[in-house]
């Protein structure tokens, strides 16, 4: 293996998860079906995508051990204000790490997102 080349997470509300990702932190829609949404970020320079269960999901807890990072131009003090005044649940303070500084969120099914600052 060379390369990750997609990544998809599977969620409880593919609607509600949607507009989350589209309203909350701006991420465009590049396809959309009843079984998935394409997500891209940064002009298309990343992209993945959330879909329906491939097995059923009552009663697991999704999201714990996942985390996916994304590489942001913005300085992520002022992406954290922008997020947390979208109302979205941050998880901690913008911390320094071996590749930069960053700062999570977690999606509505308790997936972690991390958006690191590349300048």
């Given at each position: ?35 998935a ?31 996916i ?37 977690k ?11 590349t300048?």
């Open positions: 293996m060379r390369q990750l080349t997609f990544a998809s997470l599977q969620v409880n509300d593919l609607e509600a998860s949607t507009e989350f990702y589209q309203q909350k932190l701006g991420f465009n829609v590049a396809d959309l079906s009843p079984q949404c394409v997500f891209t970020y940064n002009q298309g320079q990343a992209s993945f995508a959330i879909r329906t269960p491939l097995e059923p999901l009552e009663g697991r807890e999704l999201g714990i051990g996942v985390a990072w994304f590489a942001v131009d913005k300085n992520v003090d002022e992406l954290k204000a922008e997020f947390m005044a979208n109302g979205v649940t941050t998880a901690g303070p913008v911390i320094q790490t071996p590749f930069g500084r960053a700062f999570h969120v999606d509505i099914d308790g997936y972690k997102l991390t958006f690191l600052e300048n």
